[in-house]
């Protein structure tokens, strides 16, 4: 806290003193942007080490207590990806994440060690991932039975229109020969968001009833774009069509 408030007067500083120099010959504020980009550099450096973000319990890879592995409990890639995150009540960017989809867990890397850490979900407002958009939905009345506590991704996110892909994994244990092996399942669920209301979607039939409105345009659109709603590519089919869709409702 205190380097980033030293860092921050230090930026206030360099603006004030150089402020006469704005009023006069161009070339002049060249090496302020490049001072002032420098400072906004260290500053953001600052802050993502900040223990507001680095305060979770430490995340322990259960699955290596097993003898052999298909497959991973996490989103995409066991790799650490490029994304962000909404944490509490701050904003951290330029972040290596991990999802475990499993346990529903965003895990960072501490920067002073090699421990990963967990965030807290109850902190967590929203992340992003390898460009893959996360908000955490809290069940409520307004949700009924549909959705459960925890991580969504938005594929489409429309005044008008949401859909969203709960990632998840089945964790299947296999005993074979005396060792225990473990098998991830994908899992997962979609759900579209319309006039308020959730609702579960798993096949070509819910859909085409949710964009019931525009039926002759969504199958048209269905034939043209040779979509596909089998289980592998379902998200993307749904999201193309959502978005296909959102285009033929009148402009908020």
Do not use: C, W
């Not at 506590?149 to 008008?160: F, K």
């Not at 959730?198 to 525009?214: C, G, N, W």
């Not at 199958?219 to 979509?227: A, G, M, P, R």
Request: overall charge positive.
């Amino acid at each position: 806290m205190k380097t980033r408030y030293i860092l921050l007067l230090a930026l206030l500083s360099l603006l004030g003193h150089s402020a006469p120099a704005l009023g006069q010959q161009r070339p002049a504020s060249e090496p302020l942007a490049a001072a002032v980009e420098a400072a906004t550099a260290r500053y953001n450096k600052s802050f993502v080490a900040s223990p507001q973000l680095y305060n979770g319990p430490e995340y322990v890879d259960y699955s290596l207590r097993y003898h052999a592995r298909t497959g991973h409990q996490f989103f995409a890639t066991t790799e650490k990806m490029p994304g962000s995150v909404y944490y509490n009540d701050h904003y951290f960017p330029n972040l290596r994440l991990a999802y475990d989809v499993v346990l529903e867990q965003v895990i960072i890397t501490q920067p002073t060690s090699p421990l990963n850490l967990r965030l807290i979900n109850e902190y967590v407002r929203e992340f992003t991932i390898d460009n893959h958009h996360f908000v955490r939905i809290q069940a409520d009345s307004s949700t009924g039975r549909v959705l459960s506590t925890g991580y969504y991704e938005l594929l489409v996110d429309d005044s008008r229109l949401q859909v969203l892909a709960k990632r998840a994994k089945n964790l299947q244990e296999v005993p074979a020969q005396g060792f225990l092996n473990v098998e991830y399942i994908t899992a997962d669920k979609f759900y579209l968001k319309k006039a308020g209301v959730y609702t579960p979607i798993s096949s070509k039939s819910a859909v085409l009833r949710a964009f019931a409105d525009h039926r002759k345009e969504v199958q048209q659109h269905i034939k043209e774009k040779h979509l596909r709603f089998s289980k592998a590519g379902f998200g993307a089919s749904v999201t193309e069509l959502a978005l296909y869709y959102v285009s033929l409702l009148p402009q908020p």
